[in-house]
């Protein structure tokens, strides 16, 4: 992570906001590098930084740029050591001399193992979606014990926080996210940490629950929210909450699942469940959802296997034509899980309209499954370097 320059003692509010984004980066941090001027030499702001670096008690590279002339330079180094920051390492970021030994300090301060990897075998369950719609209750009912603050004030969970669970479904880690509030609407400074770290949980997530109010139905806030999922390839169930305030009569049930999908119409892809996170209905439906849709997250599918669905789709509706030119598909791979990726490649990349595009996605999940998890093509246009035909 890439942090702006902290000023310590500036007013200015831009830097004073480059601060705070430097102290929430400081706090997720595995290894921190500390960048000084060679040239300027310890300044009273090195100084206040190596203070608030040492309070943070995180491994810390202190790298000391500029030293072009490098043979030259590295003997104004012993300065840095009155930092006690340990060793500090000269290079040239413009030259790319003295790199290797920075990256070999980094990566001995990496953790042997991380929480993460420790986790492997957990499905991570980012719970998403604006204040007050019920994700923390939901997460209480489902471990038992008031373990995340619930109130009717919205916005009351400020951090993301992990609660690990198991059942005889399987092992899960839940995160609860801190409402994700319209950016127009985000004042308080830890408001915006909240966004911020909102939007990371569902980068660590396999699969999130976007929580709608029943009450409320689709809002843009919902919309957006769910575009963040999407965009980052998480397996994605759509969770209404508080259907049990919702009057109902014959076709309530699917008619709400038509507006919903009408509003949310590029991830129909996404299940949808209704529950009462106050009540408990049909909670213990959710894990049966999230095994499927993070497994779906994940699916391989064999390169003969998808050729041989891909000629089928290209013989039930021929590729597109413009003047007189015929897109050619020659050969398709998977690329990658997390969200399925396919390689398609064509003779003319500029053939491979978004309605074909869209028309063999739907074909793939016919015929593999896909529930709950976003599809991607990669076009590369066949080439002596990159197929071999």
């Given at each position: ?17 480059m ?62 050591y ?24 980094i ?22 979606g ?32 992990d ?19 319209r ?18 949980a ?16 689709v ?68 894990y ?27 013989a ?9 030119k ?64």
């Amino acid at each position: 992570m890439i942090q702006g320059g902290i000023e310590p003692e500036s007013k200015d509010i831009i830097l004073s906001q480059m601060r705070e984004q430097a102290n929430l980066a400081i706090e997720m941090a595995d290894v921190i590098i500390f960048l000084a001027d060679i040239k300027q030499g310890v300044t009273p702001a090195d100084r206040e930084i190596a203070e608030m670096l040492r309070k943070s008690k995180k491994p810390v590279v202190l790298v000391c740029n500029k030293a072009d002339n490098y043979q030259k330079d590295k003997e104004e180094i012993y300065e840095f050591y009155n930092l006690g920051m340990g060793e500090p390492y000269p290079i040239s970021a413009s030259h790319a001399l003295g790199i290797g030994d920075v990256l070999d300090a980094i990566y001995n301060h990496f953790p042997e193992k991380t929480a993460d990897e420790e986790n492997e075998d957990r499905i991570k369950v980012a719970v998403i979606g604006k204040p007050n719609v019920g994700k923390s209750s939901l997460i209480n009912k489902i471990l038992g014990e008031n373990r995340n603050i619930v109130s009717n004030i919205a916005g009351t969970t400020r951090d993301a926080i992990d609660s690990e669970f198991e059942n005889e479904k399987g092992k899960y880690i839940f995160i609860d996210t801190a409402g994700i509030r319209r950016k127009s609407k985000v004042n308080e400074k830890i408001e915006k940490y909240s966004v911020m770290r909102s939007l990371l949980a569902v980068e660590r997530a396999d699969v999130c629950l976007l929580m709608i109010d029943a009450n409320e139905g689709v809002t843009e806030q919902d919309t957006k929210i769910a575009g963040e999922a999407h965009e980052a390839g998480k397996g994605i169930i759509i969770v209404v909450n508080k259907w049990d305030e919702i009057e109902k009569q014959t076709g309530t049930m699917e008619n709400y699942k038509k507006q919903v999908y009408a509003k949310l119409a590029y991830i129909t892809y996404a299940p949808m469940i209704f529950i009462s996170a106050k009540t408990g209905q049909r909670i213990d439906k959710l894990y049966d959802i999230i095994n499927e849709v993070a497994e779906q997250n994940a699916k391989r599918v064999s390169t003969s296997v998808l050729n041989q669905v891909i000629n089928e789709a290209i013989a039930i509706t021929q590729p597109p034509t413009d003047k007189g030119k015929r897109l050619k598909i020659f050969y398709g791979t998977q690329a990658s899980t997390k969200p399925p990726t396919f390689v398609i490649f064509v003779n003319n990349k500029e053939l491979f309209h978004f309605s074909y595009e869209r028309y063999l996605i739907n074909q793939f999940r016919k015929e593999f499954g896909l529930q709950g998890t976003p599809v991607r093509i990669i076009v590369r246009e066949k080439t002596d370097d990159n197929y071999n035909f």
